[in-house]
């Protein structure tokens, strides 16, 4: 029997033209990856955000390439039949096209991705290109962009005025014409965000992006209110305090081995009969009763 085969990009546009929502979600190492696959999400996005809810930085600046490369290959192991884009982390795709392909090509080969995202608008429409002709589909990421945070001065939403809602246009349409299959659309307003999913062909997944995108992401530890500084945020939705869930499960935990109440009977291994009498000999007998 034929095994179900991850989505493709040929498909994820003909979702967008027939208004089939795409959905995504983060997932960062094995059991992550198999929990969204078995929930049925279209495509796993092993995020730079394990930075801040893996690692426990306070940015995504400072995630190296093999974080990335360590952390997509244990999804993809979780993930067989699902769609998997890798995100370029800070600094690794801006030293000139050869040291981009180098880095794209460890997280295809050793990370086993399927596509890579970058962030960013015109100035890096060229290296999306030739990773693009390299055989490589990429993602592009525009609006708050969390590597620029300190060109930006801060995780603001994107695309208030006239001016700021042209320039994401003007870089939207510049990604597809490099070759982009898709575009995240992080922290836009919705008014932008619905103008510029109209005006591609190619689908807009939001996040914090409003109603109207193609498709929609969120962080896995997010939404589940895993042990995540962002879970307040508004353009977060919790469906679970799985973090709540743990902690309590831990807590009984620590409380039974202080009482001794675990392990029970039913835990523990016995040895043959006799086993004592041979361990401690005549003189030993009975020393542990
Ligand atoms: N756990 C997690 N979830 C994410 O969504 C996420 C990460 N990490 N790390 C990388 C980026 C950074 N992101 C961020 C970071 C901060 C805000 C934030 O402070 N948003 C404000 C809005 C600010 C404004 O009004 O301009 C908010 O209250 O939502 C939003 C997205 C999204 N990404
Ligand atoms: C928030 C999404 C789009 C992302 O880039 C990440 O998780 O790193
Ligand atoms: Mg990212």
């Keep these: 029997m034929a095994e179900k085969q991850p989505l493709n990009i040929v498909k994820m546009k003909k979702m967008k033209a027939e208004g089939v929502p795409l959905s995504m979600l983060t997932a960062y190492d094995y059991p992550s990856a198999r929990l969204a696959e078995e929930a049925g999400v279209d495509m796993i996005l092993v995020g730079d955000s394990l930075g801040n809810v893996v690692l426990g930085y306070d940015s995504t600046l400072p995630v190296t390439i093999d974080d990335m490369v360590y ?9 067989e039949h699902t769609f998997i884009v890798a995100d370029m982390p800070f600094m690794t795709y801006h030293g000139g096209i050869d040291e981009s392909l180098r880095n ?11 596509a890579v995202k970058m962030e960013g608008g015109l100035e890096i429409c060229g290296t999306v290109s030739s990773i693009v002709s390299a055989g490589v ?9 969390p590597q620029s945070v300190n060109t930006i001065g801060g995780y603001r939403v994107q695309g208030k005025d006239a001016r700021d809602a042209q320039r994401l246009m003007d870089e939207a349409k510049a990604l597809e014409k490099a070759g982009a299959f898709g575009v995240v659309l992080e922290l836009v307003t919705e008014e932008v965000a619905e103008a510029i999913t109209k005006e591609l062909s190619i689908p807009t997944i939001g996040i914090g992006a409003g109603r109207y995108c193609d498709g929609q992401v969120l962080v896995f530890h997010d939404v589940l209110r895993y042990a995540s500084p962002y879970r307040e945020k508004r ?8 973090g709540g869930i743990i902690r309590d499960a ?7 081995v202080k009482q ?5 009977e039913r835990h523990v291994f016995g040895a043959d009969e006799g086993v004592l009498e ?4 005549a003189a030993g007998k009975g020393a542990r009763s």
């Excluded at 589909?137 to 962009?145: A, C, D, E, N, R």
């Excluded at 041979?278 to 000999?281: D, F, I, T, V």
């Design 137 to 145: 589909p990429v993602l592009g990421h525009i609006g708050l962009t």
């Design 235 to 242: 353009f977060v939705k919790t469906y679970a305090d799985v």
């Design 104 to 114: 794209v090509r460890r997280l295809m080969q050793e990370g086993h991705a399927h």
């Design 260 to 264: 001794r109440a675990f392990p029970e």
């Design 250 to 256: 831990l807590g009984q935990y620590v409380n039974e």
């Design 71 to 79: 952390h997509t290959r244990a999804a993809a192991r979780g993930a």
């Design 278 to 281: 041979s361990l401690y000999g």
